[in-house]
């Protein structure tokens, strides 16, 4: 079946750059998503990525596919402690169910 | 435009109790997931269902778990004879359809189930 990995935690320094990875297995997804996870809270949609473009920039954020080697990457310039959450990636099965990454904590030191 | 609601946001029983947790998606969304996430774990699928209809419970426990979207009101999980390997957050999302952007799922703020 379907799975999809990433990394569990991420530490990274007020206004370095984060950058989260992701790995998936079923390459047959239209749109690959980010979703954003604050302690206690619900998933926030964060950017998504059609599956046919390399790159898509969207502010702070940029996002990199790479569909040969089914890999998934959220850069996150200037982190803030605001960013600090845990981030999922979020890939679509061909039955519209989302299969999602186990999430990597991002802690962002002052 | 109010989002996707859940409720109870948090919910305390004890084992052998029934939870049910309450679903209303966005307005103009007729298709609804249920997915549960486990202390320091990610998301798993359980449950899609449309108006009336189970799409896909491949991720729904064989016994115990049942799920509901009737014609009128909220998308019902259930959850019968709860034992302490229930304790976890339920979320639910919407959405418009599926295929391209139509999949984009909007996620409620979850219920806390905790079992005593």
Known sequence: GEDVEQSL?????????????????????????????EPGAGLQ?????FSNMDM??????????????KHLSLRIADTQTGDSAIYFCAVPSNTGKL????GTTLQVKP | NAGVM????????????EARLRCSPMKGHSHVY????????GLKFMVYLQKENIIDESGMPKERFSAEFPKEGPSILR????????SAAYFCASSQGTGGTYNEQFFGPGTRLTVL
């Open chain 2, 6 to 17: 859940q409720n109870p946001r948090h919910l305390v029983r004890r084992r052998g109790q």
């Open chain 1, 56 to 69: 898509k920039q969207d502010q702070r954020l940029t996002v990199l596919l790479n569909k040969k080697d």
């Open chain 2, 79 to 86: 959850i019968q004879q709860v034992v302490r390997g229930d």
């Open chain 1, 45 to 49: 949609l964060l950017t998504y990525i």
């Open chain 1, 9 to 37: 935690f991420l530490s990274v320094r007020e206004g370095d750059s984060s950058v989260i990875n992701c790995t998936y297995t079923d390459s047959s997804s239209t749109y690959l998503y980010w979703y954003k996870q």
């Open chain 2, 34 to 41: 249920w997915y549960r996430q486990l202390p320091e774990e």
């Open chain 1, 99 to 102: 299969i999602f990454g186990q």
